[in-house]
């Protein structure tokens, strides 16, 4: 899962600024959003060990010593993909789940309706950069290093929403054994990568056609 399609924005040549400006008219905080969304696609379909800087700056329309001025390096830019989009796919879970901070939230629907309510979420956060997915998922990160770490810092949390989910989907049907839910968090983080990987091959599907999809499909499932 270590390439992905999302979309990438361009903007101007490069030109010095005041502080706090960005390049050619563009303010800083809008010439960030344009090479975040840049380097989300770029690290997304490459993976960071080769994901070009060069190719980056060039979809935004700056120079490659531009990037270095805004985010140090690229593992820097790296981790602000990393940190832009992880916070974000966490908040959603979280909240399709019914949960805040851990704490069921009042009128929290049955765990049987969690599995589609936690997909259509998913959707939602990458619906405008659907290679975000697989920049938190990057498998050429190498292990040991502070890239890593981050990373699967924010996936352990993921993993952690997706074995609470799983638990509770079989403690409904009386089922409470620790390896069966095991188990099944795996198919279930499995499952939930296939879907961004097939849909990312789909650009013409919206996170709602995609949402409408899984319904079917899940009620296929459970027959």
């Known amino acids: 899962m270590n390439t992905a399609r999302a979309s990438s924005s361009t903007g101007a040549p490069p030109a010095k600024g005041a502080r706090g400006a960005g390049t050619k008219g563009v303010p800083r905080a809008r010439r960030e959003e344009q090479i975040l969304a840049a380097a989300m696609d770029e690290f997304g379909r490459h993976g960071h060990a080769s994901a070009s800087m060069a190719a980056i700056a060039g979809r935004v329309g700056v ?29 959603a879970i979280e909240e399709a789940m019914g949960r805040s901070r851990g704490r069921l939230t009042a009128g929290e629907k049955p765990a049987a309706e969690t599995p589609h309510r936690v997909l259509s979420a998913v959707f939602g956060v990458l619906e405008e950069q659907r290679g975000a997915w697989f920049v ?27 074995a609470s989910g799983t638990a509770d989907l079989l403690r409904g049907h009386g089922n409470e054994d620790p390896l069966d839910a095991d188990a099944l968090k795996h198919v279930w983080t499995g499952t939930v990568g296939a879907l961004v990987g097939w849909w990312t091959s789909h650009p013409d599907q919206s996170a709602q056609d995609m949402a409408a999809r899984c319904a079917r499909l899940l009620t296929a499932i459970r027959g």
């Open 63 to 91: 120079t490659k010593p531009m990037l270095y001025t805004y985010f140090g390096s690229k593992d820097g830019l790296y981790l602000a993909c990393l940190e832009h989009v992880a916070p974000r796919l966490v908040t």
């Open 136 to 162: 938190l998922y990057d498998r050429t990160l190498k292990p040991g290093t502070d890239l890593h770490a981050a990373a699967h810092r924010h996936r352990r949390t993921i993993d952690d929403l997706a």
